[in-house]
């Protein structure tokens, strides 16, 4: 069980840059979530998926897409990199065993936008 | 969901006891208080969460008070390793209509455990 797994760790993008950050689980989690954290700061939500097919925007959508097409994966897609977007990127799913709900993250990718 | 009210950093001699207070005054009657924790570099790490009455877990207690209104996150040994911002988040959980699964990190307490 290797719980929330990213890649890649470390990532350098020009700006104007495409990538994709993976997230994957092998919890069975229904519910998965990107939030980005920027120095100093807490954790700030970009998108988040309640079951394959189903995504929604958080608090800081904008430059970001995603998509969840199966349970396992929920990649998140950096459209044209800007240096606003030079942070640490973290993945979660959401355990819902009964009234146990928890949040299981990822190590996080580093992202730099020169 | 309710706003919290964390110290912004503690010390804490390692062996002892740490202690750390959470402010809650607008809790709704079905929101969970829950603690977790991030390591420098690392991802948040989910330690403990509890209704109205206290709980323990293999890491820490979480002791509430009557009027839900505070918490208070206790580790009864700290070690070096517990050296963290430790974030107290109210929420409600996805079975009781809530949405625990898109939490707000505030920037918590910056816990410090000295030799």
């Known amino acids: 069980n290797a719980g929330v797994t990213q890649t890649p760790k470390f990532q350098v993008l020009k700006t104007g840059q495409s990538m994709t950050l993976q997230c994957a689980q092998d919890?069975?989690?229904?519910?998965m979530s990107w939030y980005r954290q920027d120095p100093g700061m807490g954790l700030r939500l970009i998108h988040y998926s309640v079951g394959a097919g189903i995504t929604d925007q958080g608090e800081v959508p904008n430059g970001y897409n995603v998509s969840r097409s199966t349970t396992e994966d929920f990649p998140l897609r950096l459209l044209s990199a800007a240096p606003s977007q030079t942070s640490v990127y973290f993945c979660a799913s959401t355990s819902l065993q009964g009234f146990h709900e928890t949040q299981y993250f990822g190590p996080g990718t580093r992202l730099l936008v020169l | 969901d309710a706003k919290t009210t964390q110290p912004t950093s503690m010390d804490c001699a390692e062996g002892r006891a740490a202690n750390l207070p959470c402010n809650h005054s607008?809790?709704?009657?079905?929101?969970?208080v829950y603690w977790y924790r991030q390591i420098h570099s690392q991802g948040p790490q989910y330690i403990i969460h509890g209704l109205k009455n206290n709980e323990t877990n293999e890491m820490a207690s979480l002791i509430i008070t009557e009027d839900r209104k505070s918490s208070t996150l206790i580790l009864p040994h700290a070690t070096l390793r517990d050296t963290a911002v430790y974030y107290c988040?109210?929420?409600?959980?996805?079975?009781?209509?809530?949405?625990?699964?898109?939490?707000?990190f505030g920037k918590g307490t910056l816990l410090t455990v000295n030799p």
């Open positions: 988040i109210v929420a409600r959980g996805v079975n009781s209509g809530g949405s625990n699964y898109k939490l707000t």
């Open positions: 607008t809790i709704s009657g079905n929101e969970y």
């Open positions: 919890m069975n989690h229904e519910y």
